[in-house]
């Protein structure tokens, strides 16, 4: 059983009804506004009070899924029941971008990697079994000293952090099958550059999921 939920923004509420309908699968959108815009913050409300389901996408409201999302996210669901799958990878973090393209070069479909403290862990669009968001959660609100931050913005940092302290193994699917277009000026007042920054963008991405067997 598979949920989605969108990290959106009221801003950005032109995006949520067509990403929605392209992901295939049921899904709703968490609109969390602050001033300045908190990501951490946004990403907490799309773990809380998660229903009856087996695993949570939780995907940024403006990211795009690949063709065939939904068929390959339930491969994906059976072939990773309790390690989360980070579905956007670009450039950096550098380590594991080295990794994905060898991974892809062996024809292999995912990386498996632990994080380092200092490394961030992409959250574009991460597939979680709901039990390991359930844990992350609950230890970022009773571990609020090793966030990096006392009042942390960060997402993608808190999740890195946690992986590291806890010694958690993160996958990634190579290639990504969401991509993140970079239209949008962040919500935060970094400029879209429409795929110019490969920082920004999916290091390797499937337009038609259904390529690989996951």
Known sequence: MLLAR??????????????????GIPAEVCLHSSTPPNPWEGYKACLRDIPDCSHL????????PALNFAPALEQIAKRNPSTPVVLFLAKLPRRISVLALRAAKNREAYVGTGMRQSEFC??????????????????????????????????DGVLGRWAAFTHQLIRFSVPSIVQHDDREDSLIGRQAMWGKDSGRTALLFAEDASVVSW
């Open 6 to 23: 969108v990290q959106g923004h009221p801003a950005r509420a032109h995006l949520h009804g067509p990403l929605v309908e392209a992901l």
């Open 57 to 64: 996408l939780v995907i940024q409201d403006d990211a795009r």
């Open 122 to 155: 992409p959250v574009v669009a991460i597939l979680w079994p709901r039990k390991k968001a359930e844990e992350f959660l609950t230890w970022a609100e009773e571990n609020p000293r090793r966030l990096g931050h006392p009042s942390p913005r960060s997402d």
